[in-house]
């Protein structure tokens, strides 16, 4: 979880700092940003045992995609 976390992280610095997919975007785009973000934050959360097991990073996943 916590390698997927970081993965997870560098496509979002990734395509932050490339523009994203071809700029505009809307809040939809802004907010599926902003879940990788979290969800990407809490696998890879110093202590292991708080971070999420992979099933629920899945279904967090599904919410913002």
Known sequence: VYSFGMVLLEVVTADNAG??????GGDGEEDE????????MLCTAEAPEERPRMAQ???MMGEFM
């Open 33 to 40: 940003t902003m879940g990788r973000v979290k969800i990407g």
């Open 19 to 24: 523009g994203g997919n071809g700029g505009g």
């Open 57 to 59: 990073v899945l279904a």
